[in-house]
């Protein structure tokens, strides 16, 4: 995926999902998988940037399910610059930030070379919201300057507008696929950090297309707590799966998180105590394998416990276990306290009867990475599985993605996330969300 530029460093801008910290991790463990020599440089909840020693492929992004677009960086200016500029309204800020476009921003880099007219994006991205009430201001500024640039070439062009319902002036990874920006012309990026803006030019873009076909366009589908595919894909990242290496679910259910690890070229394994599941997996991989040409794909599917793992998979055999066991109930309401902490009780001894079976089957230093439930409740508060304590006893450490030595910067953000070791993956409408949570043997 990454190919040697040389001595020369290379800054990309990553947009963040919905949810940033999940994001961040899976970004983190996928570059590090893959032995990239990077540092974050700057972190907000809507956008990362990563100084890499090696050129990014640009089809990373196809790899990754919780970013939406990345960046090459093109120019970097003051945050003090940018706000005095558009906040405070300073002509001469704005003069500097012209002058750093022009001495970055090499039209024919960012545009490419090609006849007939330009329609190109500008999106707008920052971490203060300071700057919400000016980001219109700023998207016009940045396209008015590309599209004068253009035009004294002798190129016609024109910069996307957008309607007034919308809230902030970016465009969504759909339209900038269905407009062939990437490939057609281009769309640049302006992100505003704490310290630093980032003007990017847009390499890749996630397709939610694919995502959605690996869900409804499968031959089969389970409804209720059926995971996304876009899920699937951080946990398989934050296992540190690869090509060859392999990979088991000991609750299977339909098999996306199977999916999602074959697409990365692992082997994997498939358990469930549901023969139906069990079927379904099957009929899904080998739809999976059909749909995607993937002709050296290994897999098998079969029934049985996750308590009794050992049974169904050698110890010691096994990379990675990636896996969504039981979350309880449907609920038809936000429950109260005392029942959400009876529902997760209850489902204790089947996910610490399990913990022991999955240590036995990894390697040394293989990864467990599972979902645990948690219940929103009336009172606010939000019960979940303590599993630290169990998963230790057993011999498991707790994976912390976010250690200090990836990051570059002292940033607020970063020191905050410093011990985190699970993520909570939930919306608002949610009454039972996911806590992602990553142990090591």
């Avoid at 930030?97 to 039209?107: T, W, Y």
């Avoid at 076909?213 to 946990?235: C, E, H, N, T």
């Amino acid at each position: 995926m990454m190919t040697m530029s040389g001595p020369k460093q290379a800054s990309y801008v990553f947009i963040s999902g919905k949810n940033w910290r999940l994001s961040l991790a899976e970004l983190v463990s996928f570059l590090e998988a893959r032995g990239c020599v990077f540092k974050v440089t700057s972190v907000s909840r809507e956008f990362f940037v990563v100084v890499s020693e090696e050129e990014l492929d640009p089809r990373l992004v196809d790899g990754l399910g919780g970013i939406i677009k990345v960046g090459r960086v093109v120019s970097c200016i003051p945050a003090g610059t940018v706000e005095d500029a558009f906040v405070r309204g300073k002509e001469r800020a704005r003069e500097e930030v012209r002058a750093s476009l022009s001495a970055d921003c090499g039209v024919d880099d960012v545009f490419g070379v090609s006849s007939g007219r330009y329609v190109f994006g500008v999106s707008v991205y920052f971490e203060s919201p300071r700057f919400l009430r000016f980001s219109g201001r700023m998207q016009r500024f940045v396209g008015s300057y590309f599209k004068g640039e253009l035009e004294s070439r002798g190129r016609r062009a024109r910069f996307m507008g957008f309607p007034r319902s919308r809230g902030l002036p970016r465009l969504t990874h759909v339209e900038v696929l269905k407009k062939g920006l990437v490939e057609k012309s281009a769309e640049v990026l302006f992100c505003v950090g704490r310290e630093q803006a980032f003007v990017a030019k847009t390499v890749a873009v996630h397709d939610p297309f694919e995502f959605q076909k690996r869900d409804v366009g499968r031959p089969v589908q389970r409804r209720i707590f059926s995971m996304p595919p876009r899920l699937a894909k951080i946990m398989v990242n934050l296992s540190l799966c690869l090509s060859g290496r392999v990979l088991v679910d000991p609750f299977c259910g339909v098999g996306t998180i199977l999916q999602e690890a074959l697409l990365v070229g692992a082997r994997v394994v498939g358990v469930d105590v549901d023969s139906w599941c069990v079927r379904a997996s099957r009929r899904n991989l080998d739809w999976l394998k059909k749909e995607y040409g993937l002709e050296g794909a290994e897999y098998k599917i079969v029934q049985g416990d996750a308590r009794s793992l050992t049974e169904c998979v050698g110890e010691g055999s096994v990379d990675c276990v990636v896996t969504e066991p039981v979350l309880g109930p449907a609920l038809r309401g936000v429950p109260t306290e005392s029942y959400a902490r009876r529902v997760v009780g209850g489902l204790e001894p089947l996910y610490f009867g399990f913990l022991g079976e999955a240590y036995r089957v990894l390697r040394g230093g293989g990864r467990l990475v599972l979902v645990t439930p948690c219940i929103r409740t009336r009172s606010g508060v939000f019960v979940s599985m303590r599993l630290e304590d169990r998963a230790a006893a057993v011999g498991f450490g707790t994976v912390c993605p976010f250690e200090r030595r990836v990051f570059a910067e002292d940033n607020v953000l970063v020191e905050g996330l410093a011990g985190a070791s699970s993520f909570v993956d939930m919306e608002e409408r949610h009454r039972i969300g996911r806590e992602v949570r990553v142990f090591e043997k």
